[in-house]
């Protein structure tokens, strides 16, 4: 397949759910033909921020962006290029959180009642990170006005919903083909731990990975991951302070041959976190990811057992 740079459109086949009314909700780049039993998900990277949200918003959409884990879709782009498909969601996460349940929702925010099965307990309802999150990362709030339980429901038809149906067909067609599949979550993290986060004003490592402490993915492959990872100069931390989200602990179920992994990147790494430009590592970096993908392409059947 012939290599196309992150920031040009894919030569390789595209698919797109385009809700009505709406622009897409997700691509999916993908390779000519999936040779390799591994799918990429990047749920936080999206970038377009519909007039609707920077409407409803009282903060500026540089502080908007904050939740966002720029270029990560960009930085593992070669997917294609190793036969695997690369799902990227195009909504930003301020808007909808495709990586929360659906009603992972805060009744706060709501001018009206929601549903009975929305979960309004949970930590990250509490931080203000729900699937329709109150504040960004560093803790502002977003909205000036509570919200209707209508809005939410629309904003989670047209993005949430098909992002998740793209996700779930992904992963049944692979399996299907080849008896498991790896989902690799791809994400990012600020390089010195945020306020609302248990590693508050520390440093960071270069990667962290997240199998549900070796719940949602086979040891042997979170230790590929992980020695591969480190062969190549980085540093590496395993589930602290992230173990996954929920697309790790929802769709990882080893013993049903579905291993899941969450992997975040240092931002400090590629991009400068105030500007949100790319740093001249992110080329390197790009590449160094490459070369992950390229060794989990080639990664033995036996690695999957649970």
């Known amino acids: 397949m012939k290599s196309t740079p992150a920031s040009a459109k894919p030569a390789a086949p595209l698919s ?41 918003s009282r903060l500026d959409p540089l502080t908007l962006r904050r939740s966002e884990d720029s270029y990560v879709d960009e930085l593992f782009a070669a997917a294609p290029e190793h036969g695997a498909p690369l799902l990227r969601a195009l909504f930003p996460r301020v808007f909808v959180d495709p990586n929360r349940e659906a009603l992972e929702l805060d009744p706060a925010m709501f001018s009206d009642a929601l549903p009975a099965e929305a979960n309004a307990t949970s930590p990250r309802v509490a931080a203000g990170l729900g699937s329709i999150a109150r504040v960004v990362a560093s803790g502002e709030e977003i909205y000036g006005r509570k919200l209707t339980r209508a809005e939410a429901e629309a904003r989670l038809d047209r993005y949430w919903r098909p992002y998740h149906t793209a996700l779930q067909e992904l992963l049944a067609g692979t399996r299907r083909r080849f008896g498991h599949v790896l989902l690799i979550d791809c994400h990012s ?16 490592l270069d990667f962290v990975l997240g199998d549900c402490h070796g719940r949602s993915c086979a040891p042997a492959l979170t230790d590929r991951v992980e020695a591969i990872l480190k062969a190549d100069g980085f540093r590496v931390e395993r589930n602290a302070p992230y173990a996954g989200g929920y697309v790790t602990q929802h769709y990882g179920r080893p ?36 070369r992950l993908i390229g060794e989990l392409a080639r990664i033995e059947r036996t690695a999957f057992a649970a």
């Open 189 to 204: 993290m600020p390089s010195v731990g945020g306020p609302m986060e248990r590693d508050a004003g520390d440093r960071r």
């Open 255 to 290: 013993a049903e041959g579905l291993h899941t992994l969450q992997i975040e990147v240092n931002r400090a790494l590629y991009m400068d976190e105030a500007t949100y430009e790319r740093r001249p590592g992110f080329a390197a970096l790009q590449r160094a990811i490459g």
């Open 16 to 56: 797109a759910g385009r809700p009505a009314g709406s622009g897409a909700a997700f691509e999916i780049l993908a390779p000519a033909a999936q040779t390799v039993p591994l799918v990429f998900s990047s749920p936080h990277s999206g970038r377009d921020y519909a007039p609707e949200l920077l409407a409803q």
